[in-house]
C-alpha cells in the first residue's frame, strides 16, 4: 500500500500546465538536527502533481505560487516520465492549502499606571493560545463525526467554567491540528476566537 505524506515548503520555478493536470517544483529543507551518529537531512526537491479543481481551491496561482509557504499532503510516485517530473521525487497531490503566515505583533510600552492583563483561563497542559482561524484541519479529521454526547459535555464545560477543558494539540511549524478535534468543534460553535494550544511531541517515527 503506497505511503501517505506531508510535505511543507516554498515552491521553486513556475507553475506548469500539463494537459488535464498542473505541476510545480517544490523544495522541502531536511530536519537540522538528526539523531546522534547520523548524518544530516538534505533539501529535497519534489515535483506536485494536481488537477484544476485543487489548484483553484488552495487559492495558488501562476502569480503568487513563488511567494507562499504551502502543506502538500499526497502520495509519492517514481512512474513518472523525467520530462514530467524533474524533482528528484513526484508527489501525487491529495490536497494543498496556503500556511498562514506567523506574524509578530510589536508589545506595547506599558505605563507605570497600566496594570498587567490576565492570561485567559487555560486548562492544563496548555503551551500557548493561538487564534482558531490560523489552525489548519486536515481533511481526515474533516470527514470524521465526533460523539454528538461527548461535544455537549465539552460545550457544558465551557459555559461553566469560561474554557476548554483540555488544549487542542498542533504542530508547532505548520498548526495543523493533530489532536483535540472534538473541542476544535466546540471553540467554532462557542465563537472562541482564542484558543489554548499544546504542541505535538516530536518524535523519530513518521506518521501516516
Do not use: W
Not at 24 to 41: I, N, R
Not at 162 to 191: C, F, K, S, W
Not at 195 to 205: F, L, Q
Amino acid at each position: 500500500m503506497p505511503h501517505k505524506m506531508t510535505v511543507t515548503g516554498t515552491p521553486v520555478g513556475p507553475l506548469c500546465q500539463k494537459g488535464s493536470f498542473y505541476t510545480f517544483d517544490m523544495e522541502e529543507s531536511g530536519s537540522p538536527s538528526s539523531p546522534k551518529g547520523l548524518p544530516g537531512g538534505s533539501t529535497i526537491t519534489y515535483t506536485v502533481f494536481l488537477n484544476q479543481k485543487q489548484l483553484q481551491k488552495s487559492g495558488l496561482t501562476a502569480k503568487n505560487i513563488n511567494q507562499q509557504k504551502i502543506m502538500v499532503q499526497g502520495e509519492p510516485t517514481l512512474d513518472i516520465s523525467v520530462e514530467d517530473c524533474p524533482g528528484e521525487i513526484g508527489l501525487i497531490c491529495f490536497q494543498v492549502s496556503i500556511l498562514p503566515e506567523k506574524k509578530e505583533t510589536a508589545k506595547p510600552v506599558k505605563s507605570q499606571a497600566e496594570k498587567p492583563k490576565e492570561k485567559p483561563k487555560a486548562p492544563k497542559g496548555t503551551e500557548d493560545f493561538l487564534e482558531r482561524k490560523v489552525i489548519v484541519v486536515p481533511e481526515a479529521f474533516l470527514n470524521s463525526h465526533p460523539n454528538p454526547d461527548k461535544t455537549q459535555q465539552v460545550v457544558n464545560y465551557v459555559k461553566q467554567t469560561g474554557h476548554l477543558d483540555e488544549p487542542i494539540t498542533i504542530n508547532r511549524e505548520t498548526n495543523m491540528l493533530t489532536d483535540g478535534y472534538r473541542r476544535y468543534i466546540v471553540a467554532q460553535q462557542l465563537e472562541l476566537e482564542i484558543v489554548p494550544v499544546a504542541y505535538e511531541k516530536e518524535t523519530a517515527s513518521v506518521k501516516d
